[in-house]
């Protein structure tokens, strides 16, 4: 206690002089608020402004170039999706297009077929003559027959007599 009274006496005798004490009170003791200490600002140098200008000028041109970059890579793609589109519908329609024709293939090969040529007309029409020609042969002989059984009946009616021939 001695000491602290010995402080004390040594405040109030000198309160601007400063002792060197390894006491409590001496080390608890507080300083006058004067302020906070004045930092001193450092100019802004022109080749670390022209820096920091040349850096933000560049993010801003960067910036809005990517903006209009990514602006003509939409209408690019858009363009790119309706061409896309197009050449899908002209694709179905020549699809659409290409079984019809397929489907009229098949019925004229079904067709061809089924249909004769100009060389079976041809022999069909030589059968045919042949068989006209047989049965207007027959035709006739069976007219000379005829005709000889009429000459037989029309001199039976003439004669009287009774000769028959067959």
Same mark, same amino acid.
């Given at each position: 206690?001695?000491?602290?009274?010995?402080?004390?006496?040594?405040?109030?005798?000198?309160?601007? /002089?400063?002792?060197?004490? #390894?006491?409590?009170? *001496? %080390? &608890? @003791?507080?300083?006058?608020?004067?302020?906070s200490p004045?930092t001193q600002?450092?100019?802004?140098?022109?080749?670390?402004?022209?820096?920091?200008?040349?850096?933000?000028?560049?993010?801003?041109?960067?910036?809005?170039?990517?903006?209009?970059?990514?602006?003509?890579?939409?209408?690019?793609?858009a363009a790119?999706?309706?061409?896309?589109?197009?050449?899908?519908? /002209?694709?179905?329609?020549? #699809?659409?297009?290409? *079984? %019809? &024709? @397929?489907?009229?293939?098949?019925?004229?090969?079904?067709?061809?077929?089924?249909?004769?040529?100009?060389?079976?007309?041809?022999?069909?029409?030589?059968?045919?003559?042949?068989?006209?020609?047989?049965?207007?042969?027959?035709?006739?002989?069976?007219?000379?027959?005829?005709?000889?059984?009429?000459?037989?009946?029309?001199?039976?009616?003439?004669?009287?007599?009774?000769?028959?021939?067959?």
């Amino acid at each position: 206690m001695a000491s602290t009274l010995r402080a004390a006496r040594c405040l109030r005798l000198a309160p601007s /002089s400063r002792y060197f004490s #390894t006491s409590r009170v *001496s %080390r &608890i @003791e507080q300083l006058p608020n004067v302020g906070s200490p004045v930092t001193q600002k450092k100019p802004v140098g022109a080749f670390r402004g022209g820096i920091v200008g040349f850096l933000a000028g560049f993010s801003l041109a960067a910036s809005f170039a990517a903006y209009h970059l990514l602006d003509e890579y939409n209408q690019a793609s858009a363009a790119l999706q309706a061409s896309v589109d197009e050449l899908k519908l /002209s694709t179905e329609k020549i #699809t659409a297009h290409i *079984s %019809r &024709i @397929e489907a009229v293939e098949k019925d004229l090969k079904a067709l061809q077929s089924s249909t004769s040529s100009k060389d079976d007309l041809v022999r069909l029409r030589a059968e045919v003559k042949k068989i006209y020609d047989g049965l207007h042969v027959e035709f006739l002989d069976l007219r000379t027959h005829v005709w000889g059984i009429q000459k037989d009946v029309h001199s039976l009616s003439k004669k009287d007599a009774s000769e028959v021939r067959i």
